[in-house]
Every structure is written in C-alpha cells, then in structure tokens.
C-alpha cells in the first residue's frame, strides 16, 4: 500500500539537505590543496551525515571520477531504512549526488502554496489536470526488496513543467523512471 510521507518529514529531509551544503561549504573553505572532487565528496558525506534513513556503511564513502567533462559519482551500496521516507530522502540524495544541470533546475512540490508559486513563475501555464488530491510524496516498499516513489516536481529544464513523476526503486538500489502525470506546463524553459 502506497503511503503519503508527511509534510512534516518532507520539511525535516530538506532541511537535512541544507545542513549537509552548509557543512560541506564550511569543511570545503577550511580545507587545503584539495583535489578538484573535494567539495562533492564533502557535500556526499554531509547528505549521509545529516540523513535520517540512508546511511553509508562504515568505513564507506562516495567518490568521484573525472572524465574529459563528465564526472561520475561512485555509490557504495548503502543502508536504506524500510520506511517510504527513506525512498524519498534516498532518491533527493541521489539525484544531488548524480545531478545534471536538469536536476538544478528542478525543485519538489509537496504544497499548494508551492504548487501556485510554480504556477505563477510559469510563462503562460496552462492546466492538464486541475485536481489534485495531494502534492505529498508517497511511496510504498513491497515484498520483493523494490520501492515504488511518487513525488510532485516543478522543472524548467527544456521545457517548463509541473508533473507527478511515478519512479521505482529496484533491489540493486537503483532508481528507475517509470511514468509520470502531467499537471500543469508552461512555454518557458532553459536549454
């Protein structure tokens, strides 16, 4: 059974978030001649520190690879706790770990105050689905190890968008897009 995440802990895993830039940007500045993966391997450590549900094993860590312009996070397997918070934290935590300059422009909606904020920073939005009964995060842990996440997202990567993107988690621990609903889009956007 699918369950909403309470606005309550969705407010404490983005603070949590915060707290890990805020430790990462103070341990970055008190550092010396650090390799250029210093600050995301920093802010890494910092997002498992202040997580409620997903930890690192002992003595793990994450780590970065620089290829020509790419760089690649590398994840050790971590501990999920079985709870549908934990899904969430989880999937914000890997999409800061992994994120694309898409993921930068892409912030959660779990609010109706949030939802008209979006609306009215929209360049001409237009409605698809006028209803909608919660902005809330939901997920749901099922038998065979997977997870099922929902969550409500404002984007303007591309194309300006507000969607309830459906995503699963399978028993490797990776996430997987799975489909996703349409609320609201607008004609802005940034390649």
């Given at each position: 059974m699918?369950?909403?995440?309470t606005?309550?802990e969705?407010?404490?895993?983005?603070?949590?978030l915060?707290?890990a830039?805020?430790l990462?940007?103070?341990?970055?500045?008190?550092?010396?001649?650090?390799?250029?993966t210093?600050?995301?391997?920093?802010?890494a450590?910092?997002?498992?520190e202040?997580?409620q549900?997903v930890h690192?094993?002992?003595n793990?860590?994450?780590?970065y690879?620089?290829?020509g312009?790419t760089?690649?996070?590398?994840?050790?397997?971590?501990?999920?706790?079985?709870?549908?918070?934990?899904?969430?934290?989880?999937?914000?935590?890997m999409s800061?770990?992994?994120?694309s300059?898409?993921?930068r422009?892409t912030?959660?909606?779990?609010?109706?105050?949030?939802?008209?904020t979006?609306l009215?920073e929209m360049?001409?939005?237009?409605?698809?689905?006028?209803?909608?009964?919660?902005?809330?995060?939901?997920?749901e842990?099922r038998?065979?190890?997977t997870?099922?996440l929902e969550v409500?997202?404002?984007?303007?990567a591309q194309?300006?968008?507000?969607?309830?993107?459906h995503?699963?988690?399978d028993q490797?621990?990776?996430?997987h897009?799975?489909?996703?609903?349409?609320?609201?889009?607008?004609?802005?956007?940034i390649?």
């Amino acid at each position: 059974m699918t369950t909403i995440i309470t606005l309550d802990e969705v407010l404490w895993i983005r603070e949590s978030l915060v707290r890990a830039h805020q430790l990462a940007n103070a341990r970055f500045v008190a550092g010396v001649n650090l390799p250029a993966t210093a600050y995301l391997e920093l802010l890494a450590a910092a997002m498992f520190e202040t997580a409620q549900g997903v930890h690192l094993p002992a003595n793990e860590r994450v780590t970065y690879e620089i290829s020509g312009t790419t760089i690649a996070a590398k994840v050790p397997r971590v501990v999920l706790e079985r709870t549908p918070a934990a899904v969430f934290e989880y999937w914000l935590i890997m999409s800061e770990l992994h994120g694309s300059s898409s993921w930068r422009m892409t912030r959660v909606i779990a609010t109706a105050e949030e939802y008209d904020t979006a609306l009215r920073e929209m360049q001409e939005p237009q409605l698809v689905r006028a209803l909608v009964a919660s902005f809330l995060p939901a997920a749901e842990w099922r038998e065979d190890g997977t997870a099922y996440l929902e969550v409500t997202l404002y984007t303007r990567a591309q194309e300006e968008r507000i969607e309830r993107r459906h995503l699963m988690l399978d028993q490797s621990q990776e996430l997987h897009f799975h489909s996703r609903e349409l609320i609201a889009e607008g004609r802005g956007g940034i390649a």
